[in-house]
């Protein structure tokens, strides 16, 4: 079974992401396992996709880094298998439904559960839509990561009821980035998804990229996803940035503890 919740086992989590392929397949594992090594509790490989439309210029530049540098679904599964023969850490695939459909159901998460692939978050899937991914994914043991948006509370309860794995808890309407001022009412949304949903983690997402940050979206939540400010790491560094994405995720995790 999903691995998932041993990721919050350990106090709150720190789940790291980034862009599978950028700046190449070889430094995307090296980055990955230094994550783990600076305390990441749980990391989300991008698939890359040319048309991300819930990511910000940051991470749609990062597809199109590792687009043009060849990569492709077949490329990321080789590096959850790389990963795989070093480390077991929880690991999730963050993609949009057209990747995954245009591989075809089935044999995608075939291969993600021969890897032990433990989620995969779609930003693009209507939740009314889920169940045409989950019948599939179940099959496999991965779990299809429901994402709540700032939006009504009956829906909110509706999606936490039914959700599996972690909830991904999106801070602010629009697409990722790093903010300074995140102004929703955060309180609010957890106390309503802890209601519905009190044994499943929820960790927030969307904006988080300073230790204060993650120290106190920790105080509300059982976790925080941080994906830009990585990401912009490793633009400014490319192939050397290992030692950056690990000084950087030890901070966010010492945050945290």
């Excluded at 480390?87 to 291969?111: A, D, R, W």
């Amino acid at each position: 079974m999903s691995k998932i919740k041993n990721a919050f086992s350990n106090g709150k989590a720190f789940i790291g992401f980034l862009t599978a392929g950028d700046p190449c397949l070889e430094s995307s594992v090296e980055f990955i396992l230094e994550m783990e090594r600076a305390g990441a509790d749980l990391i989300e490989i991008g698939i890359p996709f040319s048309d991300p439309v819930a990511e910000g210029i940051v991470i749609q530049e990062a597809s199109l880094r590792a687009l043009s540098a060849g990569m492709t679904t077949d490329g990321v599964f080789e590096i959850a298998t790389r990963v795989r023969e070093k480390s077991q850490i929880p690991l999730c695939f963050m993609t949009y439904l057209n990747p995954v459909f245009h591989y075809g159901y089935e044999k995608f998460f075939s291969k993600c559960g021969e890897l032990k692939i433990d989620g995969i978050i779609i930003p693009d899937l209507p939740f009314e839509e889920k169940e045409e991914v989950s019948s599939v994914a179940s099959r496999y043991d991965v779990d299809v990561i429901s994402l709540i948006a700032p939006t009504s509370h009956e829906r909110i309860r509706t999606i936490a009821k039914d959700a599996t794995g972690f909830i991904y808890v999106v801070s602010s309407m629009g697409v990722t980035g790093m903010r300074s001022d995140i102004t929703t009412d955060l309180g609010s949304m957890l106390a309503a998804i802890k209601e519905a949903a009190p044994d499943t983690p929820a960790a927030i997402g969307f904006g988080i990229n300073t230790p204060a940050q993650a120290k106190q979206y920790s105080e509300i939540a059982d976790g925080v996803i941080v994906g830009s400010a990585i990401v912009k790491i490793i633009e400014e560094h490319g192939s050397d940035a290992a030692s950056y994405v690990y000084d950087y995720v030890k901070s966010m995790k010492d945050a945290l503890r």
